[in-house]
């Protein structure tokens, strides 16, 4: 057996040349895909809900600690199987047109490709679903409902899809990194021992692969998630620091910094009037939101 032999060669080899592997299994990796993506985000939701608090720009105590771990899973639990589904069948199909009739060599090509236009694919399903999740998650006191009503109420479908291109920017590097690299080392360990790897066998490649990924594009993944959890920047206030700094307005009324968390404390008649007036707003002292009372 030669070691560049892939890992479908030899599983064609041991089920027979009349048995083409990706016709075979195209239609079982769909539904089992799903299950798996459902499986996966539910055990591992208390580490994400820790991982997002940990990454929002409120810290972690703030942002709910370890209170309320499970906020925000019936939006994974709704959006895991679409998404893991939408990704395999976009990912078996990409990579079963590439590997026709091309080189073995080519086949870590191949699987980048197949990876990247996935993840396009499943974040038109994912972002939604991740939007409303990582809000909940920085809110436990708001349920998954609430969540999603503000959402749309206050930025309409567009405030579902913040964040798609950061995902994507994310995703896309996180799949060029783990998918051919779990590639590899399943076509290394069954060169290795002779036989197609094992379903353990391949678990173990998938989780150093992802492992790897993951440590690779924290960075891509911290950005995503403040860019997520961020709302509407108050029109009436520049942002770009010449009187006061525009405001963030984060899920749970969070403010971003102490000079925004400064704008919604109460004053006292007349103070800041100059200052109010300069950026046409008008609004009573004790207003919970007075930079946006007329935005």
Known sequence: MEPRQS????????????????????RPRVPAGGVAGVCVDLILFPLDT????????????????????????PSTAIGSFPNAAAFFITYENVKSM???????????????????????????????????????QVSPSSSTLQILSRTLYHEGIQGLYRGYKSTVLREIPFSLVQ?????????????????????????VC???????????????DVAKTRIMLAKLVCRCCPTDGRDQPGRLHLPG????DSAAAALTQPRPAGEGAE?????GCSFPP??????????
């Open 50 to 73: 820790v991982k997002t608090r940990l990454q929002s720009p409120q810290g972690f105590r703030k942002a709910g600690g370890f209170r309320g771990i499970y906020a925000g899973v």
């Open 206 to 220: 998938g989780a150093f692969a992802g492992g790897f990924a993951a440590a690779v594009t924290t960075p891509l």
């Open 7 to 26: 890992w479908a060669a030899l599983a064609v080899s041991e089920r027979g040349p009349g048995l083409p592997v990706a016709k075979e299994t195209r």
């Open 98 to 136: 590439l590997h026709h009739n091309s080189a073995s060599y080519l086949a870590p090509a191949a699987h980048m490709v197949a990876a990247s236009l996935a993840e396009v694919v499943a974040c038109l399903i994912r972002v939604p679903s991740e939007v409303v999740k990582q809000r909940a």
């Open 253 to 256: 009324d969070i403010r971003e």
């Open 286 to 295: 004790a207003a919970p939101y007075p930079c946006c009372s007329s935005c």
């Open 179 to 203: 998918f051919p690299l779990w590639e590899s080392l399943k076509d290394l360990w069954s060169w290795k021992q002779g036989h197609v790897v094992d379903s353990w066998q391949s678990a």
């Open 275 to 279: 200052e109010e007036s300069a950026h």
